[in-house]
């Protein structure tokens, strides 16, 4: 699965084929699988955070270093454990927030058994809940849409924080949590502004949703089907 096309990939169940209702048990163990799988039972759950709730409809999976089962150039964790990116290789299910640019905190969910790496950005969400909190967070002229539309907006909408890093999200006494539940028709695609690994298929969107990412390849990354 962690070379099969996009087509390929959103035809499969998978793992998803485990929970026909529509909510998953809360557990972190359903997350100890490989980062596309995870990133696929991501898609559709619902996060809580300081007031807001609200539907994940786009994310990213992102793997390991080279000895590890899914190595992954784009990800923070290929060039081994460090400080920063040490959730990444603990175990599933907690958060892992890191700066972009230094500026825009973003969140992403550890998956895949304790002591390899691997982990699903949190691309974008739908506020389903507490959009006066979102809205406050983001400011005034932010239209319902975009208030969680890419990694920073999103962390930024549920006031989510580097003190959440570590954070368990199946933990109902934390501050940021998350219930999976079936995601609905999904499609799929290149990592938004990734310079390596850059044609691969593992950015998953709920169709049709308007709050989802527009695309932007890094002006960096080789040109379309010259990258893995």
Known sequence: M????????????GALSTATGRIFAVNADLLAVDPVTAARLL????????GVSALIVEVEA????????????AAHSFRGPSTRNAVMFGPPGR??????????????VACGPAGTAAAVLLRAATVESGVEFAAARRGPAVRPAALARGPGNLCSALGITMGDNGADVFDPSSAVTVQLGAGGPESCGPRVGVSRA????????????PEVSAFRRSPRAPRPGESD
């Open 2 to 13: 962690m070379n099969s096309s996009c087509d390929e990939l959103c035809a499969s169940d």
């Open 198 to 209: 850059a044609d691969r298929p593992w950015r998953f969107w709920l169709t049709g949703r």
């Open 95 to 108: 958060l892992y927030t890191y700066r972009s640019h230094g500026i825009h905190v973003c969140a992403n």
């Open 43 to 50: 898609l559709g759950a619902v996060i809580t955070g300081r």
């Open 62 to 73: 992102y793997g390991g270093p080279p000895d590890g089962p899914w190595p992954d150039a």
